[in-house]
Nanobody
Framework: QLQASGGGLVQAGDSLRLSCTAS????????LGWYRQGPGKQRELVAY???????DSADSVKGRFTMSRDNGKNAIYLQMNSLKPEDSGVYYC?????????WGQGTQVTVSS
């Protein structure tokens, strides 16, 4: 199970840090990702970290969002700075272990202008 938290209502330019805590170990996870779904939009990839260490993020968040992991706490994070209204949406964490994919329940981020 994945539990996402940290969302909220903020103003443009503010920062938020999302957390996603796993009930099991993420140490051997193949893939860790953050996604978001804005109102009336499809779910989109925000950032990911793969088991080989490779990572990337969406062009729209580059330079503003940073994803990290803490294997000791079985947690992944998304530090979001300089938030914009278009960053609003429900943010989901995703973990792949082997052939199994796990999703968190989502945490709402609302950025007012």
């Amino acid at each position: 199970q994945l539990q996402a938290s940290g969302g909220g209502l903020v103003q443009a330019g503010d920062s938020l840090r999302l957390s996603c805590t796993a009930s099991g170990s993420i140490f051997r996870a193949n893939y860790l990702g953050w996604y978001r779904q804005g109102p009336g939009k499809q779910r989109e990839l925000v950032a990911y970290i793969k088991s080989d260490g490779s990572r990337d993020s969406a062009d729209s968040v580059k330079g503003r969002f940073t994803m990290s992991r803490d294997n000791g706490k079985n947690a992944i994070y998304l530090q979001m700075n300089s938030l914009k209204p278009e960053d609003s949406g429900v943010y989901y964490c995703n973990v792949w272990k082997g052939r199994s994919s796990y999703w968190g329940q989502g945490t709402q981020v609302t950025v007012s202008s």
